[in-house]
């Protein structure tokens, strides 16, 4: 249980950061949507990265190279959930046409992404087999 709550909070960060950097973002260029979409993914990617490795998955490099390469498969298993994530915002966008029905197609994309991305992630990048020997 702790650790379910952990992740939601965890997420919840995420998804704030994620939709904060993307409003910062179009503040400075009103017209860049999809650029402010980018820029949120990688500023709630590098948190979550952070958070989940230290604190869901008790998890410890060995050192740089093998950091980066957790790092690479954290991000290939975001790479479907981020289109989970995209697809809802995109969508919310196109339906209905508001800044704030796009934020809330995101972070449905978001939520619905990372219960994904957990089990991805449990299974493929924290396991002892993306350990090395």
């Not at 994620?18 to 820029?39: C, E, K, M, Y």
Request: glycine share 8%; proline share 2%; net charge positive.
């Amino acid at each position: 249980m702790r650790i379910a709550l952990l992740y939601a909070l965890f997420c919840a960060a995420a998804i704030v950061i994620n939709i904060g950097a993307q409003d910062l973002t179009l503040r400075l260029w009103p017209s860049a949507i999809a650029f402010s979409i980018i820029v949120g993914t990688a500023a709630g990617l590098v948190v979550k990265y952070i958070l989940d490795k230290r604190f869901i998955f008790r998890f410890t490099a060995q050192n740089a190279a093998h950091d980066g390469k957790t790092f690479m498969l954290y991000t290939l298993m975001g790479v479907a959930t981020t289109a989970i994530f995209w697809g809802f915002e995109y969508g919310a966008w196109m339906i209905f046409e508001t800044t704030q029905m796009r934020y809330l197609g995101g972070v449905l994309g978001l939520v619905m992404g990372y219960l994904a991305k957990y089990h991805l992630d449990k299974k493929f990048v924290f396991s002892t087999a993306s350990s090395p020997p």
